[in-house]
């Protein structure tokens, strides 16, 4: 299945890179498992999916890290906000 | 009312928007500028937000103010893009009968804004950090249900 996976400021700016789509091969995953699966890439990824300040949108709604993400799923990282 | 939009806006056009109902007793209006965080004037300053889900979350607090308190007219807009230190960045106006009503309503759409609405403020190369305080001040409203 295909996601799209978005970053924003801060976290954008660690990894180098704002957006990128990843196959994975499973129908669902978990974002904890797909947390793991990313942060394999090196330690600025290590260090800034796993801050406990990181937040996590799927198709727009903030969600905790048990959320099963499924097939076409639009995720988003990013660091705490800071609007207003 | 939702916008978010990379231009300025009218404080005065705004209030008579809010106003243009009947029976607009009261309306409460905040605006926020854009401070020199960094200290260090001349740097351009950026905010970012996330498309979508900005929208998103902002006509949630609107939807949600309506249902907690007695509202006529409800706007928030909030700037994104550069902008210079001074500059206005968020409008949120709330007109109503009474004053409870409008300054309340006011003052939840701020507080919950500034922790759930996805904006991040950039000044020069420095991401500025989020307030322990911003949160206390939206969880007062979160809680009080």
Known sequence: ?84 | MIRVQVSNFEVQAEYERLTSAANCGATAMFVGRVRDFAHSSGKDFHLEHYPGMTEKVLTQIERDARKRWSIHEFSIIHRVGKLEVNEQIVFVGVSSAHRADAFDACQYAIDVLKTSAPFWKKEGDYWVEAQTSDVDRAEHWLNKT
């Open chain 1, 1 to 84: 299945m295909m996601l799209n996976i978005l970053y924003f400021a801060k976290l954008a700016d660690e990894l180098g890179c704002k957006q990128e789509t990843l196959t994975i091969s499973a129908p669902e995953i978990t974002l904890t498992t797909l947390k793991a699966q990313l942060s394999t890439r090196g330690d600025a990824w290590q260090t800034q999916l796993n801050a406990p300040t990181t937040r996590c949108a799927v198709n727009q709604v903030l969600v905790n890290d048990n959320t099963v993400v499924s097939a076409d799923a639009e995720i988003a990282f990013f660091p705490p906000i800071t609007g207003g």
